[in-house]
């Protein structure tokens, strides 16, 4: 199970951290992706870390601005999001690849958490 929080309202330039809940599954197993979805638009690959070395990356939207990171010790995934535009407007989701590769497309995930809002607006 995944258990997002830690959206909210926040003004372009600002910064929000979202949390990730992990329960049920291995972090050093699985790879957690952060994905998000606009309204309108397909669900889309925001950053991920792999499983074995804790590897991470970016898409390009993102790059520079967000870093995902995580405490194995408490299970729990985190999304720094600084610089943020009214274009990172959306529903952030966490999610979990049993691979432990991570990636961009949702396909890539197998267990989803509820999704956080995130609302960039002055």
């Known amino acids: 199970q995944l258990v997002a929080s830690g959206g909210g309202v926040v003004q372009p330039g600002g910064s929000l951290r979202l949390s990730c809940e992990v329960s049920?599954?291995?972090?050093?197993?699985?790879?957690i992706g952060w994905l998000r979805q606009a309204p309108g638009q397909q669900r889309e690959g925001g950053g991920y870390?792999?499983?074995?070395?804790?590897?991470?990356d970016y898409a390009d939207s993102v790059k520079g601005r967000f870093s995902v990171s995580r405490d194995m010790a408490k299970k729990m995934v985190y999304l720094q999001m600084n610089s943020l535009k009214s274009g990172d407007t959306a529903v952030y989701y966490c999610?979990?690849?049993?691979?432990?590769?991570?990636?961009?497309?949702?396909?890539?995930?197998?267990?989803w958490g509820q999704g956080t809002q995130v609302t960039v607006s002055s």
């Open positions: 049920g599954l291995s972090l050093d197993r699985h790879a």
């Open positions: 870390i792999t499983s074995e070395d804790g590897d991470t």
């Open positions: 999610a979990a690849d049993p691979r432990g590769l991570g990636g961009f497309r949702p396909d890539d995930y197998f267990t």
